[in-house]
């Protein structure tokens, strides 16, 4: 088959959350089963160029792109992403993608993202590129489906091009003042829009996307459900109950040639679910790295996370200073976010010095120790699209303590100690009696070596690879183009 994608996250080159990574991954795993992809990134000035070989791609230079009364120039380039061998394409726009960051405030935003659509539409046209399918992802990619529709419509290159958009965070819609209508560039065909929208002065492009997309996707079985209600859907539920039939859930994938302790150069000490004693290992280092109190009777929460309320920081805030004077555990945090959520684990770190290290930022290679050096790694989400961090948990016998949310629910089962069943610790109530419940619960287990030791190795057997994953998808590519 024949696959575009477009996308605002690549991992490694522009990463702020999961998105990158699945993006990454299932794009490589594609291209493997020898499908032909095109994905299209901006080419960030964050991203680190220097090692990438960088070609440009000789009739897409110095294009035109006329968005309402602004006009950008913009180029392709190509390259090989780095760690894999799959062939991308980097959209050059110095004008709209020098800055800080992936993400902004600033005024122009939406014209980022307009130009990634449409540039993406136009370079399939440049290259005479017939996508069987153009898959989207989230709101910065979401106006796809309806320009192929309108804008785009009278090109028979895309007669046979049906469009996916994946959600992968609801949370996130890209709502923009209607002041930008012109931008859009639809012309004549505004009347193509959410009507209800655009009389209360604005436009939405998830909700856009919803309407016009083929197929819908969301990035676990359970969040697909979820949605569709008003406490998970923020605003869309409606439209989602309406397109239900054309909503499917599909769980992400792990790339485990890249989470792998038994074969993993950033860790210290290799392990698998026949020699643990290397976890130990693991453990001990990174507590001394960390500056931890080393001891192996004490267990090692991490968390690994992007420190919004999405992620339920609020209830460790709320537990965990209490829960330090009477259970002894340690915890490393990997993240960085919100103000008040960086200043609560500084404070912890400040009150614990030997028993939390708050690690401010993102580093790979801390991310994947903690996952190998911890015993237990902590994801009470408020909602949780899917989650990676718990599924890398898994195969690293760190046991997860998650809240049954979207994804979490899918890829951990609550542990029953009769019947030796189970993977993790699972609480339901987004509450802290519900989180000091399952805290309690794991460290008790933690006390059982060989209870702990069986439940350890349940996860470290469980399958959540690409192979598995990515065919779903190419099966369901296969079921709407046929
Ligand atoms: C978003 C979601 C997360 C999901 C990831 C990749 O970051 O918050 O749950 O795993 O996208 O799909």
């Known amino acids: 088959m024949k696959i575009c994608l477009a996308s605002s996250e690549l991992a490694p080159l522009a990463k702020t959350g999961g998105l990158a990574d699945v993006v990454a991954s299932l794009s490589s795993f594609l291209d493997g089963k020898g499908h032909d992809i095109r994905v299209l990134l901006p080419l960030y000035s964050s991203i680190e160029t220097s090692a990438m070989d960088i070609t440009p791609v000789r009739f897409m230079q110095d294009l035109a792109m006329q ?9 392709i380039d190509t390259a090989r992403l780095p760690g894999g061998t799959l062939t991308i394409y980097l959209l050059r726009c110095p004008e709209l993608y020098n800055r800080p960051g992936i993400y902004t405030s600033d005024w122009d935003e939406h014209l980022r993202f307009i130009l990634l659509s449409r540039a993406a539409i136009e370079m399939c046209q440049n290259m005479g590129f017939a996508p069987d399918i153009f898959h989207c992802h989230d709101w910065h990619t979401s106006l796809v489906p309806m320009y192929l529709k309108t804008r785009y419509a009278w090109d028979r290159l895309f007669e046979n091009t049906r469009s996916v958009l994946t959600i992968h965070n609801i949370g996130y819609q890209g709502i923009f003042s209607a002041n930008i209508l012109d931008d859009v560039g639809i012309q004549d065909q505004v009347d193509r829009l959410h009507q209800e929208d655009l009389g209360k002065g604005m436009i939405n492009f998830l909700k856009t996307g919803l309407l016009y997309a083929d197929v819908l996707t969301t990035v676990s079985p359970n969040y697909a459900h979820e949605i569709r209600g008003a406490e998970y859907g923020m605003g869309l539920q409606e439209i989602l109950q309406q397109r239900g039939d054309t909503l499917v859930g599909i769980l992400n994938g792990v790339d485990y040639r890249e989470w792998n302790p038994a074969d993993d150069p950033l860790i210290p000490h290799p392990y698998d679910s026949r020699r643990l004693a290397g976890k130990k290992k693991n453990k001990l280092a990174l507590m001394q790295e960390l500056g931890l109190d080393c001891s192996d009777d004490m267990p090692l929460i991490g968390m690994v996370t992007r420190l919004t309320g999405q992620k339920g920081i609020d209830l460790v805030q ?6 330090m004077g009477h259970r002894r555990f340690a915890m490393a945090v990997l993240g960085s976010g919100e103000s008040r959520y960086e200043q609560f684990f500084q404070w912890l770190q400040n009150h614990y010095r030997d028993r939390v290290c708050f690690y401010r ?30 599924m890398y948990s898994l195969r690293y016998g760190t046991v997860p303590i998650v809240r049954r949310t979207g994804g979490l629910a899918d890829s ?13 610790i699972v609480f339901n109530d987004y509450n802290v009696p519900a989180l000091g419940w399952a805290l309690n619960y794991a460290f008790d287990l933690y006390q059982d070596k060989s209870t702990w030791r069986k439940l350890v190795r349940n996860g470290m057997a469980m399958d959540f690879s690409w192979e598995r994953q990515g065919q779903v998808y190419i099966d369901l590519f296969r079921h709407i183009t046929r």
């Open 412 to 424: 951990v089962q609550l542990f029953d100690p009769h019947s030796g069943q189970g993977t993790g």
């Open 67 to 75: 968005m309402g009364p602004h006009r950008v120039r913009y180029s």
């Open 318 to 323: 709320q537990l965990v200073p209490a829960m």
């Open 361 to 390: 930022g993102f580093s790979n290679r801390l991310a994947h120790w903690v996952e190998a050096g911890s015993d237990m790694f902590l994801m009470p989400s408020l909602f949780e699209p899917c989650g990676l961090n718990q």
